[in-house]
């Protein structure tokens, strides 16, 4: 499901209700932000396995490369939703020409529709530290209807697709590089209609899970607490000797800073708002009124997506 080319890419994040869109330049550990603009979705476009509407979504794609003068059409994007499965497996070691078919096997107990109805793609992490003769993967499965209708969205606005993420490992991806593989951590991101929750640990993904929610500025923080100790226990169940003490928030939701107090009274946890620039460079120019708003916690999926691929000065 991951398409990757060694390109300059704009990351572009399309959510319920407004797609984003990071540019960035630099390479290595050392990037500036170049452009980065966001446009509001006329109406919800967005449904848990497919795209309801990629007209809408080219028109604006069309409209914000237009006002970002973006230097490049290559571009990432990511799925997310309920019908999107990221899981880390532990398998038996072996021969490669028949990992792919004994993954998709594992995979089937785990993905809650047809396999012949979604994109699967994984990542060979190594040996297992804990279980000898087995293997780390991660594996992701996601709708062929979803993948499918962004990229089509994608291709209207006579863009090139060339990275297809999902929305947990580009959050990742953006926590990573601002705070190094060796630290753990978990990551709460939220948007208009859901909550998901991913821990990192070593600079890999461990877990993730992702939770149908209505969000609005009036939503119960303690609800959003009792998801969140809900799937720190189920982690801790399977993964028992690993320990986040991090957390770090994201999204473009009101009750991020509510959420952010009503954890914080926790005393095992260190949380705090995720900052996707934290060591990426904001030039003056983008720091104006107008562009404050975009350089906050919502930029951490299209971060992670322009940090797919090195980018050019």
Known sequence: ????????????????????????????????????????LSNKVMGATMMDDPVIVADTLTTLFRKGKFGTRHVALAVSGFGVTVKHLTIKR????????RILHVAEQYVPYPMASMYMD???LGNSAHHPGQMDVLMVAAPKTLVEKKVEAV????????????????????????NGADRSAILLGMNAESVAITIVDAG?????????????????????????????????????SKNAEHVRLYGDQPQLATLKNALAKEPDFDVEILNPFQHISIPAKLMTFEHEPLTGSKAAVGVGLALRKGAMP
Do not use: W
């Not at 398409?3 to 959510?15: N, R």
């Not at 490669?96 to 078919?101: N, V």
């Open 94 to 101: 072996v021969d490669p020409a028949f990992l792919h078919d």
């Open 204 to 240: 890999v993904m461990r877990f993730t899970r992702h939770v149908e929610m209505a969000l609005s500025a009036n939503s119960d923080s303690a609800e959003l607490v009792r998801v969140f100790y809900e799937t720190i226990n189920q982690f801790r169940t399977s993964e028992p």
């Open 1 to 40: 499901m991951l398409f990757t080319d060694p390109y300059h890419l704009i990351g572009v994040d399309i959510g319920v209700n407004q797609i984003l869109a990071v540019e960035l330049a630099g390479a290595g550990k050392r990037y500036r932000l170049k452009r980065i603009e966001q446009a509001k």
């Open 122 to 124: 994984y990542r060979v």
């Open 155 to 178: 291709r209207m606005a006579n863009l090139s697709p060339v990275v297809v993420d999902v929305d947990p490992l580009a959050a990742a991806n953006c926590y990573i590089f601002n």
